[in-house]
């Protein structure tokens, strides 16, 4: 299985990715999260990066080719990959293809997880990781218990640097000037498939599996 997951930020493609790789064993490649490591390390291109994200703008090209080059080389995508958060702009949809054809591996499916923008503000607004269990929760959506349970174990609700609101509403907007333009790529491709993104993660994942077949 060699798949894309598209979507608006907080649309959710990183969890489904994440319940994906677990089930099927394949390697999740998140750009958004390879850079996230590299500014938590302290290395020359997390320093490069960091404010760039922040603002909720796009890292170059260059940078995220050389990431997603990198990752494809391990021997854990041998079998298979779910690239979450790449590619985000039609001259990285390209170099992508370029690259799969190069070593034999095109693309399978590119998968779009369709929520509605006010539902997205709110996922992102009220985003929180626990700095203990790692889990991901929401201030809005997230049950008192759950909430509890970070607390109670010492942990402390950490927001990401850019789920504040002018960083989101920028992130929609490249969002829709730079990423939408990757649907009608695809789907002359024929590689589009389309899930509703709404609702329990566990209905949205039931949804991924019936339309990837799997
Ligand atoms: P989200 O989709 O929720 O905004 P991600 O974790 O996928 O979060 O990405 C966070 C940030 O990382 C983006 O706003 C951007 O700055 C950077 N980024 C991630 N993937 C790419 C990419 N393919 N091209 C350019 N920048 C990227």
């Given at each position: 299985m060699r798949i894309i997951l598209l979507g608006?930020?907080?649309?959710g493609k990183g969890t489904q990715a994440e319940k994906l790789m677990e089930d099927y064993n394949l390697p999740q490649i998140s750009t958004g999260m390879l850079l996230r490591e590299a500014i938590d390390q302290g290395t020359e291109l997390g320093k490069k990066v960091q404010e760039i994200m922040a603002a909720g703008n796009l890292v170059s090209d260059q940078i995220v080719l050389d990431l997603i080059r990198e990752s494809l080389q391990q021997p854990d995508s041998a079998n298979g990959f779910v690239l979450d958060g790449y590619p985000r702009n039609i001259n990285q949809a390209q170099s992508l293809e370029d690259l799969l054809n190069s070593i034999n591996k095109p693309l399978g499916s590119a998968l779009l997880v369709d929520v509605d923008s006010e539902i997205l503000i709110k996922r992102l607004s009220g985003r929180r990781t626990c700095s203990i269990t790692g889990k991901t929760l929401n201030v809005?959506?997230?049950s008192e218990d759950e909430i509890n349970e970070c607390i109670d174990s010492g942990g402390e609700l950490i927001q990401r640097e850019d789920d504040n609101v002018e960083s989101i509403t920028n992130r929609i907007n490249v969002y829709k000037e730079q990423t939408e333009p990757l649907i009608d790529f695809y789907k002359h491709k024929n590689l589009l498939k389309v899930i509703d993104?709404?609702?329990k993660i566990t209905d949205v994942y039931d949804r991924v599996i019936k339309t990837l077949e799997l």
């Open positions: 608006a930020p907080g649309s809005y959506f997230s993104g709404e609702g």
